[in-house]
């Protein structure tokens, strides 16, 4: 079964904070994504990345960042949070051809 | 315009009821489709997978497409309340490294005993 796996379900942080948000694959999947998922606006693209140190923005990157120093492990960074930052956050990995699937995501409150 | 629409509901339904979730698009050059199930509080897993129009069944589950008129379905039978769930369509143009699925908004379904 593939597996992806995200650090934290559960995180508070304060605003200003940095925050890191892991996420690991065992699939060795080439493409890795992250998500937010907000009430009434659905699931929307951060970043995405479809092989080592590359990334694409997404839909939304502003006040976002990612980092891909291995295939297996994709990483979202928040540089300064913000409390427009609670929510959501939802890794996937998919093979070049073939079906993406999801972490069990990490619910972020910004204090 | 959304590219990919979706009654976000709330449907609520018996035990027992056969479930009707739709999903319509404007972008003609979509080829594989998904539904995903959503609990609360967790991630996406994926449902039913296709690839371009035709029919796919999988147990209670049968997800229809419909590219003649950009529309996608997921039909459930005999619904439990294990189903209550919000569902997610999602289609993608290709297969590509890189290729972007494009996501509906969800919809909450609630099977009552």
């Known amino acids: 079964d593939v597996k992806v796996t995200q650090s934290s379900r559960y995180l508070v942080k304060r605003t200003g904070e940095k925050v890191f948000l892991e996420c690991v694959q065992d699939?060795?999947?080439?493409?890795m994504f992250w998500y937010r998922q907000d009430p009434g606006l659905g699931l929307r693209l951060i970043y995405f990345?479809?092989?080592?140190?590359?990334?694409e923005k997404g839909d939304i990157p502003e006040g976002y960042s990612v980092s891909r120093e291995k295939k297996e492990r994709f990483s979202l960074i928040l540089e300064s949070a913000s409390t427009n930052q609670t929510s959501m956050y939802l890794c996937?990995?998919?093979?070049?051809?073939?079906?993406?699937?999801f972490g069990p995501g990490t619910r972020l409150t910004v204090l | 315009q959304k590219e990919v629409e979706q009654d976000p509901g709330p449907l609520s339904v018996p035990e027992g009821a056969i479930v009707s979730l739709n999903c319509t698009y404007s972008?003609?050059?979509?080829?594989?489709f998904m539904w995903y199930r959503q609990y609360s509080r967790k991630g996406p897993e994926l449902l039913m997978y296709t690839y371009s129009s035709g029919n796919k069944e999988d147990g209670r589950f049968t997800a229809q497409v419909d590219k003649s008129s950009k529309y996608i379905s997921l039909f459930i039978r005999d619904s439990q309340p294990s189903d209550s769930a919000t569902y997610l369509c999602?289609?993608?143009?290709?297969?590509?490294?890189?290729?972007?699925?494009?996501f509906g908004e969800g919809t909450q379904l609630t099977v009552n005993p």
């Open positions: 990345s479809y092989d080592v140190k590359m990334k």
């Open positions: 999602a289609m993608r143009v290709g297969e590509t490294s890189g290729s972007r699925l494009t």
């Open positions: 996937a990995s998919r093979p070049p051809v073939g079906e993406q699937f």
């Open positions: 699939m060795d999947h080439e493409n």
């Open positions: 972008n003609s050059a979509f080829q594989y």
